[in-house]
């Protein structure tokens, strides 16, 4: 199968390496990514030659997170295209938290909105660090809301209301401290440590590796169908606002939105 915005390489030990491939716009998610990435997710999942999956990512950036040009066209859209954009965002996250397969993210550079979101349905992240981090949407009139369930759960609450609505940029070694990311690398050394993390799967058996995984997420906090619709409904309803439309019309226009007119440049 073909890809426009992502890409899967494997190797003969059955480690798929599934690349973020939209260098070009800072691997923002794009509807045709959400859907790349669905599909990927899928087929990974279910291919039994594969044992475990590197999320890895083209260019500088990691994730920008969710793609404006695609957010600004959900805000203008009718109600049920609307809605049925929020849920193509819900259903990425869900079949890349549910796939069957451990999941090590390689975070080479920066992250933000989505792309935390991203971190945080891996199973462990290897990170730069240079790297920098932020749930930057309400900076944008926007809320963190399909990726929430996901960033409560691997950060806890308390962690994650440090920065969950504050939109400020951290660095490495604090997304350590959150729980965002397990281990710190420099750029040339992330391969050698995401080796260290995929070798051990090798020895496991891959029926009980899923299963444990399975019940890991069992034993965690919930994320079930009514928290997936909830935040389906926050994200329509920022959308459906008045700040959204502001913030991300601002952006465009390069110009600071009404909620900094006044503020210093940060």
């Known amino acids: 199968m073909s890809y426009e915005t992502i890409r899967i390489e494997s190797d003969d030990r059955g480690v798929a390496t599934l690349w973020l491939a939209r260098s070009e716009k800072h691997n923002a998610l794009s509807a045709k990514m959400l859907e790349e990435l669905t599909a990927a997710a899928s087929r990974l999942g279910h291919d039994d030659k594969v044992r475990v999956v590197?999320?890895?990512?083209?260019?500088?950036?990691?994730?920008?997170?969710?793609?404006?040009?695609?957010?600004?066209e959900q805000i203008s859209a009718d109600a049920e295209t609307r809605r049925a954009g929020a849920r193509q965002l819900a259903d990425m996250l869900m079949a890349m938290n549910t796939m069957a397969k451990p999941v090590i993210g390689r975070v080479q550079g920066n992250a933000f909105g989505g792309g935390v979101g991203m971190m945080s349905v891996c199973d462990?992240?290897?990170?730069?660090?240079?790297?920098?981090?932020?749930?930057?949407?309400?900076?944008?009139g926007l809320i963190p809301a399909t990726i929430g369930p996901y960033v409560l759960a691997r950060m806890g609450e308390d962690k994650a209301r440090r920065v969950f609505m504050s939109g400020r940029i951290f660095d490495a070694e604090e997304a350590v401290t959150l729980n965002l990311v397990a281990r710190l690398a420099d750029v040339e050394d992330l391969d050698a440590l995401v080796e260290e993390e995929v070798a051990p799967y090798l020895l496991c058996a891959p029926g009980a590796v899923a299963e444990a995984?399975?019940?890991?997420?069992?034993?965690?906090?919930?994320?079930?169908?009514?928290?997936?619709?909830?935040?389906?409904?926050?994200?329509i309803a920022m959308w459906e606002g008045d700040e959204a439309p502001e913030g991300i019309a601002a952006f465009f226009e390069k110009r600071k939105p009404r909620w900094q007119q006044g503020q210093a440049a940060r």
Not at 54 to 72: K, N, S
Not at 126 to 138: C, H
């Open 54 to 72: 590197v999320l890895a990512a083209d260019g500088p950036t990691f994730c920008a997170g969710g793609d404006l040009g695609w957010m600004r």
């Open 213 to 235: 995984k399975r019940l890991a997420r069992a034993l965690g906090p919930r994320i079930d169908s009514a928290m997936i619709e909830h935040s389906i409904d926050r994200l």
């Open 124 to 140: 462990v992240v290897i990170a730069a660090r240079t790297a920098k981090f932020g749930l930057t949407e309400t900076k944008l």
